[in-house]
């Protein structure tokens, strides 16, 4: 077994934390350029969630040739949907506590100012279809659960397993990791079982990471998504794709889709399928979508505020970082709590002026939060932080000291 040493020093100490609320918002926002654009852009023009990136320039040529700016945005997000590597969303996203996979994706066409939205939906891969057919096919805006697979199984979407061999590796390592006192993982009569040991905290949080990496060996988990898995156990990820697009005449439409936060508990939904909140289109103004702490975002209603802000004269840059300060205010500034959250917004004016702000710089440092824009030219923007510095996997880990690490390695 190894425990890459770089794969924990990251998400076992803790990142720098920055105190003066909106001074590195200030910094960026003066070096502008990357992350933004304050002045009008260019149309057409397709903005999203970092995940996005390599499915932008196809949807970029649909677009330019005069395709409807809500397919091709679909066109960005249903490549992440399909892709079962990717755990986030649609197949092969992380499970709810139960195992089951549930998805959620709202969608809000601008040029007929019509909105579509389904929750916890289980068993079908391209939610952000379904959500479209929820516009196409429905008096309704909103279906959610069993209901809204119903209905998509009723529209021809085929009902699959959501959950890949890797995807449920992961659920069951996250399973046993947390099952200490119920009957989940080996039992007494199993030759890998082991009596628990009277050993110093700092020891038991090491052998606790051996063990899981072990643990995962056993399951049959590869060795090169190993550490990733334990990973993925220790700290739930959470993980989205929003896509926003706006033709040359104007028109503009966007969708979030996602599997939500891992190991959720069932039935719970997050912002993503939450129209003003994990996105927002209006058509006389922009669009607006989000991924992070979902719980967070629908408390300030996220993408309707940015939306507002803009047609109340703000800039993206500026309507993104209010929101976040919402957010901030929310917990009265304590940075003892915000850094244990997260929050990204990608913001589109209509005249194609842009920005991707964030509540903190990444997840981890040196590796910022992005935003992923195709105006004619394809790129990848670090987003403009309002705090400097990484925010902290939740729940909490204590630190592992490097020189520990190093013989763990
Ligand atoms: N916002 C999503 C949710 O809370 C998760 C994410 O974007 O990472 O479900």
């Known amino acids: 077994m190894h425990i890459s040493r770089r794969d924990f020093i990251t998400t076992t100490v803790v990142g720098p934390l920055a105190l003066g609320a909106g001074a590195a918002a200030a910094a960026n926002a003066a070096a502008a350029g990357a992350g933004s654009s304050a002045t009008a852009g260019k149309r057409p023009i397709i903005v999203s969630s970092g995940n996005g990136y390599d499915y932008l320039d196809a949807a970029y040529e649909f677009l330019k040739d005069g395709g409807d700016t809500l397919d091709a945005a679909i066109r960005v997000v249903k490549g992440p949907e399909d892709d079962p590597n990717e755990d986030s969303v649609g197949l092969g996203g992380l499970p709810n506590e139960e195992g089951v996979v549930e998805l959620d994706a709202c969608c809000m066409h601008g040029p007929s100012r019509r909105a579509g939205s389904v929750g916890g939906v289980r068993n079908i891969r391209n939610v952000s279809l379904v959500a479209k057919a929820v516009i196409e096919h429905t008096g309704h805006v909103m279906l959610v659960g069993e209901g809204a697979e119903r209905f998509a199984a009723a529209m021809g979407f085929a009902r699959e397993n959501l959950l890949t061999q890797r995807s449920r590796k992961t659920w069951l390592l996250w399973k046993e990791f947390h099952s200490s006192d119920d009957w989940w993982g080996p039992g007494l009569a199993h030759p890998d079982w082991r009596a628990p040991e009277n050993i110093a905290a700092s020891d038991?949080?090491?052998?606790?990471?051996?063990?899981?990496?072990?643990?995962?060996?056993?399951?049959?988990?590869?060795?090169?998504?190993?550490?990733?898995?334990?990973?993925?156990?220790?700290?739930?990820?959470?993980?989205?794709?929003?896509?926003?697009?706006?033709?040359?005449?104007?028109?503009?439409?966007?969708?979030?889709?996602?599997?939500?936060?891992?190991?959720?508990?069932?039935?719970?939904?997050?912002?993503?399928?939450?129209?003003?909140?994990?996105?927002?289109?209006?058509?006389?103004?922009?669009?607006?979508?989000?991924?992070?702490?979902?719980?967070?975002?629908?408390?300030?209603a996220g993408a309707h505020t940015i939306v507002e802000n803009m047609r109340h004269g703000m800039s993206p840059l500026d309507a993104g970082m209010d929101a976040l300060k919402r957010i901030v205010r929310n917990y009265g500034g304590d940075k003892q709590r915000l850094r244990f959250m997260d929050m990204t917004y990608y913001i589109l004016r209509k005249d194609g002026a842009y920005a991707g702000v964030s509540l903190w710089e990444g997840y981890e440092p040196g590796k910022p939060h992005r935003i992923a824009v195709h105006d004619g030219s394809q790129r990848s923007e670090p987003t403009i932080p309002l705090f400097a510095g990484a925010s902290q996997e939740f729940p909490p880990f204590p630190k592992v000291p490097a020189e520990r690490l190093k013989e763990i390695s």
């Open 204 to 300: 038991a949080r090491e052998q606790g990471i051996r063990r899981l990496a072990e643990r995962a060996a056993d399951l049959g988990i590869e060795p090169e998504y190993r550490m990733a898995a334990v990973r993925k156990v220790l700290f739930p990820p959470t993980g989205t794709i929003h896509c926003s697009a706006l033709d040359e005449q104007g028109a503009m439409s966007g969708i979030t889709t996602t599997s939500g936060l891992a190991y959720k508990l069932p039935g719970r939904l997050g912002d993503s399928p939450v129209i003003g909140a994990g996105c927002f289109t209006d058509q006389d103004v922009g669009s607006a979508g989000a991924t992070g702490s979902g719980e967070e975002n629908i408390k300030v």
